[in-house]
């Protein structure tokens, strides 16, 4: 069973970078049926797709974060990172890592890409 | 820009009843709907997905169903453990990209 955790800096000075890392054990970051991505939730808040990468190199992003963000895949470590360039308060969150199978659709051609396992979070604060 | 939008906001059922949960597209995500349970200080869990199929480990109790903009998640015989935020989520596989819905929080009544 695929597990996965978050590691990094907990708190993070605005206009500085966020920098994560999330470890895998289970399963390989070079298994071209999975994504890997970055999920966030301020505070009392809803949740917020950040974005996601596969080990061919190909990333998404969400559109209103594209400009900040850089999520990459180690291969050599089974790890994926998160990079979010010059933070402000309002990126203070908790951070989860999270992993997406390829899944065949029955009857029809695509997949689904639910999140299948998430990584516990981890909580980020952008203060001075 | 595909936004997913749940009600309501809170739903207060008591022990044993059913709670029926709405998710709405604002366009066609045909059955690219994901459904998450979470409670509190712990990560989302996959309830279900291609809106209606159940996620591995998850019992009967939890139903989803819905296509194009109009999404239902269903849960019977409510006891303590599913009081949680349930949200919806839908994706496109390709290019690959996903939204949340805002949560509906089911509270004891």
């Known amino acids: 069973q695929l597990q996965l955790q978050e590691s990094g800096p907990g708190l993070v000075k605005p206009s500085e970078t966020l920098s994560l890392t999330c470890t895998v054990s289970?399963?390989?970051?070079?298994?071209?049926?999975?994504?890997w991505g970055w999920i966030r939730q301020p505070p009392g808040k809803g949740l917020e797709w950040i974005g996601t990468n596969h080990y061919s190199g190909s990333t998404y992003y969400n559109p209103s974060l594209k400009s900040r963000v850089t999520i990459s895949v180690d291969t050599s470590k089974n790890q994926f990172s998160l990079k979010l360039a010059s933070v402000t308060p309002a990126d203070t969150a908790v951070y989860y890592c999270a992993t997406t199978p390829r899944l065949p659709r029955v009857g029809s051609s695509g997949y689904d890409l639910p999140f299948d396992y998430w990584g516990q979070g981890t909580l980020v604060t952008v203060s001075s | 820009e595909i936004v997913m939008t749940q009600s309501p906001a809170t739903l207060s059922v008591s022990p044993g009843e059913t709670a029926t949960l709405s998710c709405g597209a604002s366009q066609s995500v045909s059955r690219n709907l994901a459904w998450y349970q979470q409670k509190p200080g712990q990560a989302p869990r996959l309830l279900i997905y291609?809106?209606?199929t159940r996620a591995t480990g998850i019992p009967a109790k939890f139903s989803g169903s819905g296509s194009g903009t109009e999404f239902t998640l269903t849960i019977s015989s409510l006891q303590s453990e599913d009081f949680a935020v349930y949200y919806c989520q839908q994706y496109n596989d390709w290019p690959p990209t996903w939204t949340f819905g805002q949560g509906t929080r089911v509270e004891i009544k």
């Open positions: 291609a809106a209606s």
């Open positions: 289970g399963g390989s970051v070079s298994n071209s049926n999975y994504y």
